[in-house]
């Protein structure tokens, strides 16, 4: 039968009342010892929720911030000479922010790359 | 990041000596389009005014034979193409609202598409540019606008799929580089062919020219890339290097180069030549991706895996010059851009991803599949070009719209058996992994 942590501490403390203090601390110890023995547990890596709502909202201001002002951001973006930065600038911009958005969606997903 | 960009950044400088000749399917507009808005129209005249969009200078325009005044909408930008043959000057031969409305159906179609042709993209290195661009143009979209819209939306997720994969350990930034200047200069040889041909054959002649181009290469190409990827799945899948790129790896022919990633010393002498047919593709049918990526795999002797993640970079380089010189054309309609951006960002990643759990000869398959599926739509547009050239009897018009849908479904079938292949094979690898990593876990514990 698998002797869990709590029956390991309760035995412990029992040893302890009754004074066998060597014999507690060897029972602890040994959990302890076991503990740090095991190979490292498999970190459970955090899921980026905050990261992928904070990108997301980001990214869904940026866009309706775009779509609201349609008129005016097709008319500029197209005038053509010095502005060719506009759309490509608007395209790096976007990229940054919803490709971030998209790669923390992922991980929250649980889609990670093969180690 | 930083210093993937910067030497990004860097691999710009030596393009913009190429600036003032157009560039690949960033060829730029041509000189007999103009853009701006019609102040005034006079049917009697069957005339225009029209106000240029760059100069503001205002030009009297005639209207072509099939043209009607109710066609000419006043106070929106429009582009205009002049017809080079009409007896006149300055006549119209179309007209085009420059910006589509925006309704759901195409907003949501233009998120389908671009969500199966980032996963392509992420997967195979290149992918969507061939259905992109006329599914844009089926919305409505004026070609030029469909293809400088396109063309934005490719650097960036050209760049996020660039960059995860170099994470991964499979992009050779210096081997993406050196493809890429050199295909750079082999868009401005396939531009000058494509020239010619139209001058002397007309347009009927370039499309049979690019059809027949892209029918040769991904025929073959693709046909013997499945051989390939069929050879290596009954083999268990283990890569070998090619005989050819074997014997070319040989040949030392100074200067030699070594690309860490790819792990291969190869002469200049020979990368150059896979860099201008990329470029030299990529002018001529808008995917070099089909020519770059196998060239890499089997004359430089890259991995299916490296060759793939390197065509991003060259995607990104190339797509990011395209887009300045559609842009000093100011033709970029940015909604387009970056609706397209909003799901192919996160299909391009998933692609990206996907190719870490797959054995290498499945980007092979995906890669043939797709190249033998397109050969089909741009064969069975053929017929219509020999009868345009009176080359061929004229058939029945059904026939024409039984193959013209043949053409638009196979596309869709390429995409779509594409994405299903890539998903399968991803979810198979993703569940081996887990079961793999459970019964180690069972092993830690027992």
């Not at chain 2, 010393?265 to 990526?293: D, E, H, K, N, Q």
């Amino acid at each position: 039968m698998a002797i869990t942590t709590f029956d390991k501490n309760m035995s412990a403390v029992a040893f302890a009342e009754a004074g066998e203090y060597d014999t507690a601390s060897q029972i602890l110890g040994e959990n302890t010892k076991k503990q740090a023995g095991k190979s490292p547990a498999p970190a459970v890596k955090r899921k980026p929720y905050l990261k992928t709502v904070t990108f997301g909202a980001m990214s869904i201001s940026a866009y309706v911030l775009l779509f609201t002002n349609e008129k005016l951001v097709t008319e500029v973006f197209t005038m053509g000479g010095w502005r060719w930065v506009y759309p490509v600038g608007a395209a790096f911009f976007f990229s940054f922010i919803h490709g971030a958005f998209a790669s923390n969606l992922l991980s929250a997903l649980g889609l990670e790359a093969k180690k | 990041m930083k210093k993937l960009l910067i030497i990004l950044m860097f691999a710009l400088a030596p393009l913009s000596l190429f600036a003032n000749s157009a560039l690949a399917a960033g060829d730029g507009p041509s000189k007999d389009m103009l853009k701006g808005i019609i102040t005034e129209v006079n049917a009697a005249e069957r005339t225009i005014v029209f106000q240029k969009d760059d100069t503001k200078e205002l030009i009297i325009l005639a209207m072509g034979e099939k043209m009607q005044p109710d066609d000419m909408k006043m106070n929106q930008k429009v582009l205009i193409n002049l017809d080079k043959h009409a007896a006149g000057d300055n006549v119209m031969k179309d007209i085009s609202i420059m910006f589509i409305d925006m309704s759901v159906s195409k907003l949501l179609a233009l998120l389908v598409i671009g969500a199966v042709g980032g996963l392509l993209s992420g997967f195979i290195g290149s992918g969507g540019a061939f259905v992109m661009t006329p599914a844009m143009m089926s919305l409505g979209v004026p070609g030029a606008v469909a293809v400088a819209s396109n063309m934005c939306h490719k650097f960036p997720k050209a760049m996020v799929g660039a960059y995860k994969r170099w994470k991964y350990g499979q992009a050779d930034i210096k081997l993406g580089l050196v493809m890429a200047v050199t295909a750079v200069i082999g868009v401005q040889i396939g531009i000058k062919i494509q020239k010619y041909i139209l001058n002397q054959f007309g347009g009927a002649g370039s499309n049979l020219y690019i059809s027949a181009v892209f029918m040769v290469v991904l025929v073959f190409v693709g046909g013997y890339v499945f051989y390939d990827a069929w050879k290596l799945a009954k083999g268990g899948g283990k890569e070998t290097v090619s005989k050819l790129a074997v014997a070319m790896q040989k040949i030392n022919l100074p200067p030699m180069m070594h690309f860490k990633t790819a792990k291969v010393t190869i002469s200049a002498w020979i990368t150059i030549p896979v860099g201008l047919l990329t470029g030299m593709l990529a002018a001529t049918i808008a995917v070099g991706g089909f020519v770059g990526v196998p060239g890499m795999i089997y004359v430089i002797g890259a991995s299916a895996v490296v060759a793939s993640a390197t065509e991003l970079i060259i995607a990104f380089v190339m797509g990011a010059w395209g887009s300045v010189q559609w842009g000093l054309s100011g033709l970029i309609d940015i909604r387009l851009a970056l609706l397209l951006l909003a799901t192919s960002l996160i299909g391009v990643q998933l692609g990206a991803l996907g190719t870490t759990y797959v054995k290498d000869y499945i980007i092979k398959v995906v890669m043939a599949t797709t190249m033998l599926i397109v050969a089909v739509s741009r064969g069975v547009k053929i017929p219509g070009y020999l009868i345009d050239l009176d080359l061929m009897s004229p058939i029945g018009e059904g026939t024409i719209a039984l193959l013209e849908g043949i053409s638009f479904w196979s596309l869709v079938l390429a995409l779509g058996s594409a994405a299903l292949i890539i998903i399968v094979a991803m979810v198979k690898g993703m569940t081996a992994d887990r079961r793999s990593k459970s019964v180690l876990a069972g092993v830690n514990h027992g």
